[in-house]
Every structure is written in C-alpha cells, then in structure tokens.
C-alpha cells in the first residue's frame, strides 16, 4: 500500500518524517464535532509541501475532519465509505482540501468514532437454516468490506487499551494496530500484526469467546468493537489472498523436541520451536492432530478443513505429526525422552466429572466427549468415504428422535446440544445448577472484567428457533436417573438449589421427574490423565493437573515441559495457544543454555 509522508509529527513538531496516514488523521479525528471530508488523494512516495500547520490551519478553518485514503481506493468503494462516514465531501487530493470550500453545517456533528457508528457483528446463519446441516454458523457471505472498514473505525485508538491487558486478549494480540490497519485498508499488515502474537487466529476468531471485547474501552459507554470478527476476517483474508504461506526456517539447530498433544498448546509449542530451528515432532494418540480443535469443537463452529489447512501448513515447514501414538501406551516415555533433547507435554485435560447419584449406571447417560467425538469421527468419514476416522458404529451416541437432557452448561454444554439438534432430537433440555445470570454486570462483576451476563449461544437459539423456547434450566441439580426394566435411562429426577452459606442446598418440595432417553454429562473435567505424569515420576499440584509453574512451565524434571489444560486445567483455546507459545519459548531458552554449555566446555 502506498505510505504518505505527512508533514508533521501528530501534536508535536514538524519533522517531516514518514509518519503511517493514521499519525495525523488521528489527530484530527479526536477533534470532534467536525465535519468529515474524505481526501481520496494523497501524494505518495514524496513529502508534500505543505506543513501540518497549515493544514491544520486549513482543517480548522472548514470545519472539517480529513479522513485520508490511500491512492488506490475505487471511487464506488470511497463513495461508500464517505456516505458511510457521513462525509460532507470529498476532495481529490490535500491540495484541494486546502482550497476547497466551507462544506455545509451538519447537526448534530460526530462526536467520536466509536459512537458515530453502531456495533455490527458479523452475522450467524439463520438458525433453522443451519440447523439443517454441519456448515459453520458463520455466514459465508458476511459484511462487505466496507462494513469491515466501518467497524474497525469504531476502535478509539483509546489511551490504554485494555482489551490487550491481563483481563482482555490472553494472547495479547495488537488489537487497536490492526484495527487501525483495516481501517487503512492495510489488510496484509493487519495479517502480520496478528501472526505476531497468535499462531492460529483462525481458530480463536472462530472460537474464542472473546474476553477482549469484555474488556473493550469502548464498552464502557457503548458497545465494544467488534473485535473476534475482526480477526476471522483478517485471517481469512490472509488465507484467500494467499499471503499466507510455509515459511520453511532456514537453519536448523541440531536439537529434537518431542511434543505430546497436538491440540491448540502442543500446536502453538511446535510451531515456535520449529521457527527457532529445531526438529519438532508432534505425537497424537488420536488418527488425526488437532485435539479438541479436531475431535470436540464440533464442525458448525470450526470446520475441520480450517484445522487440516493450519495442520498442512506445519508440516510443510517440517513439523513431523505421528499419529496413534499414546505415550506411555505404546509409545515408551522413556525412549520417547531419550531420543529427544527436551519434551514438551501438552496432553490436555480429559478426565470428565461425573455425576454420581443413583440409577448413573443405567445405558443411555454418557459423558459429553463419548458424543461429540464419535459424531465428528462418522461426519469426517462421511466426507471422505472412508473409515480412516475409525468411526465406530456400536459406540456411536445418536440423539435422533430422542428426548436429549444435557447436564451442565458451557461450551460443551451448547456444543451438545447443537449437535443433538442436528441428529433431530425429539427435544432438548439443559440444565444449569447456577441461577440464571443478570441481563446486565452486576455490582461485584465490573469493567473490564469477563462480563457474567446472560447470553444465547448458538446452540439455544436453534432450540428456540425450532422448539420455541430457550432450552436451559437454571438453579436444577440431579438427584436421580430413573431407569427402565431394561435398564436404560426413562427420566431424570431434579430438585430446585440455591447457593447457601454452606455451599448448594436443595430447595424442600421442588422435586420434579423430565422424560429422557439420552443423558449428556457435560460438566467440565476435571484434570489430566496421569499415564504420562506418573511414568514420568512428575510432581502434580492439588487438583492433578502437571505442576509447573505459569511463564516458566519447567515442570519437575529437566527438560520436560508443560502447556495448556494438562498444566492449568481446562480453559480455553487462546490460552492454550498462550501457554504454547511460552512453554516452546522456555524450551528453545534451555536447549540454547545447553549448547552454550557444550560449546564452552568443548573450549
Ligand atoms: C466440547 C468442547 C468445546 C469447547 N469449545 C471451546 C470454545 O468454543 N472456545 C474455546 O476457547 N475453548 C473451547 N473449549 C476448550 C478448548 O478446546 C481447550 O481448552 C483446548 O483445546 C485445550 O488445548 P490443549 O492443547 O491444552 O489440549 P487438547 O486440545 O485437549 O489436546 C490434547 C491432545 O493430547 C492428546 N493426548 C493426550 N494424551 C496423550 C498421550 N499420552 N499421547 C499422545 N497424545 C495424547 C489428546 O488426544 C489431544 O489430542 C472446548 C472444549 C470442549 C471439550
Ligand atoms: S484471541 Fe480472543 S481475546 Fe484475543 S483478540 Fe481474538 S477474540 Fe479477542
């Protein structure tokens, strides 16, 4: 794109130095209750001869706030963008902005960019369209370009962007930079901007629930800017363009990193250490990488041709993926140890909770994985025509025609429930032992924490959309599964609870008996499989999970690491993906501290 080179450091002194277009018009910008006039020509390659002064002057003078375009914008798209912006005109060139006439007054004036444009997500498809099939919920033909600019115009460019802080981005992306890069139309800078922090922006902007927009400033007085679907465009931009490419390291350092898990950690792990030149292998126990990217998340809300695309690329730049190899099974931990200079375990955490109350032994209650796993191995199967998924039909969990009880909410929780809705259930209840959240944050949940207000996932809407009505209980526990003679689940039996002093109490008299045929436990899990840790002889913290400390990630044996939800519990995939990257960049620290050492005792 072409750079313009403005006159005059923003608010400071004329320097004459290359400055991005979005150093001064920002300045003028912030001054509102201007009128805006869209300059579709600026001068590129050279400095102007005029000075930041007199085009201030000049700006000043109009009424006016410059928005700058680059050169080569098409005059359908600026016309748009100016009607859009409710530009009063607009000028060809900054000479003609310095000469042009006094634009007619506009009541009342914008007062800031946030607020002059509403929020405007990308949409969803209609739910009793998608419902029909397992495309992803995203709507293939979303907001035009145009739409995009505008809403990457919402971001203030605010003082402290709390949407890259410790309650915002996880992975700290540079959101207001790439924000402000869209909004430049700059969409291939926008894509360098977000691979520096996130490996795998496609899957958190499909996936991620987006504590950055909690987070947002804009939030604060209005709605946040719409931050996830910024970076889906912008990623997917990258990848229909073709800038995203192999980028093959050109040295290597002679060090091997075996990494355990090819979900979203042991991903984010392999590509840093193989950017840093080592030998990285991924082994996977399932028949495909990815983890709960491939084999939980199901396809309507990340399509698994997104995972194979990011898996392909990894490989071409020489990650080597083995995959039906369970360490500790049949894969010897100790040979895995030996042929490697250093280990990193990213083997998630696993072990569902149960829900042990009388009749939990009847067919027909299963744990949420046993669902969505299997169904995603017979859909993988179904596209190729093959059994190379080992989709196995006597463990396949089908909801068709049933009436479907999912216990516990959250993702899995939805993810349950839209698969059922997609096998044709009869219908679909999910129960929530919390009382339902406010409308609003309340008192003790302020800005810029994660907002814990209610909200309808995708899944719900379809139910309600089909159903009609909302398929959630709140404030329910489970006190019994009633069998049949067969032995197979017929209801579920459930008392009203509230939080008490001494922690969840049943409400006398509210029992109540719901049909069921088929139970889903989707009530989070509770830590790692102890395989590997135990062989290993590694520490584990209170709840399992592989002890190692946040930033540090060494855990209790040298050279050994550990990321993602083995080490912190289950999460999220941004964290996940944050704690990859740092666990390769502990790694990468301790193989160089070791050739250092070789290279110095060898002196
Ligand atoms: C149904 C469901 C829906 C979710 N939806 C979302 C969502 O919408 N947004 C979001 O941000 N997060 C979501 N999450 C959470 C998110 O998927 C996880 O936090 C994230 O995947 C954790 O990444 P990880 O790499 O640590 O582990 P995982 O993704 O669990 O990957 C671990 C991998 O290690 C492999 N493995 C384990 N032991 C061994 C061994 N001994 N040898 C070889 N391989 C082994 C496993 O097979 C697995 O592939 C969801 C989780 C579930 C279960
Ligand atoms: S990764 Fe998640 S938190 Fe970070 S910018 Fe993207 S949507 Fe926001």
Known sequence: MPRVHPVGAPGGEETKADTDVECWYAQFLKRSGALPVLVDHLPDGTCVPWTAAELRARVDEIGAVALPLPLDYPE???????????????????????????????????????RDYERNPEPYREPLERVLDWGEINAQDGHDEVERTVQAARCMDCGTPFCQTHTG????????????????????????????????????????????????VAGLVDSPVTIKNMEYSIVERGFAEGWIVPRVPEVRTGFSVAVVGSGPAGLAAADVLNQAGHKVTVYEREDRP???????????????????????LLSEEGIEFVCNAEIGVNVDVDVLRANNDAVVLATGATVPRDLPVPGREGKGIHFAMEFLTANQKRLLMTKEGTLESTWDRDTFVTAEGLDVVVIGGGDTGTDCIGTSMRHRCKSVL????????????????????????????????????????????YGVITTEFVLDDDERVKAVRTSDAKLGPGGVELIPGSEREWPADLVILAMGFVSPELTVPRQLGL?????????????????????????????????????????????ALKCDEYLMTRSNAQVLSSM
């Open 76 to 114: 359908e798209r600026l016309r748009d963008i100016a009607a859009k912006a409710g530009a009063a005109q607009i000028v060809e060139s900054v000479d003609a902005l310095l000469s042009s006439p006094k634009p007619p007054p506009r009541a009342p004036p914008p007062a800031k960019r946030s």
């Open 430 to 473: 999910n129960f929530e032992l919390m009382a339902m959240p406010p409308d609003a944050r309340s008192p003790d949940n302020p800005w810029p924490e994660w907002p814990k207000v209610f909200g309808v996932d995708y899944g719900h809407a379809e139910v309600a959309a089909v159903f009609g009505k909302d398929p959630r209980e």
């Open 539 to 583: 520490d584990t913290d209170q709840r399992d999970n592989i002890r190692a400390e946040y930033g540090d990630y060494r855990s209790s044996l040298e050279g050994v690491f550990a990321a993602g939800d083995c080490r912190r519990g289950q999460s999220l995939v941004v964290w996940a993906i944050n704690e990859g990257r740092g666990a």
């Open 169 to 216: 981005c996880p992975v700290n992306n540079l959101i207001p930079e790439f924000n402000s890069l869209v909004y430049q139309d700059q969409w291939r800078q926008a894509l360098d901007r977000l691979h520096q922090t996130n490996n795998f922006p496609e899957f958190t902007g499909r996936v991620c629930p987006a504590p950055c927009e909690g987070a947002c």
């Open 290 to 312: 990815g983890g709960l990217l491939m084999y939980g998340i199901p396809n309507m809300k990340l399509d698994k041709d997104s995972v194979a695309r990011r898996i392909d």
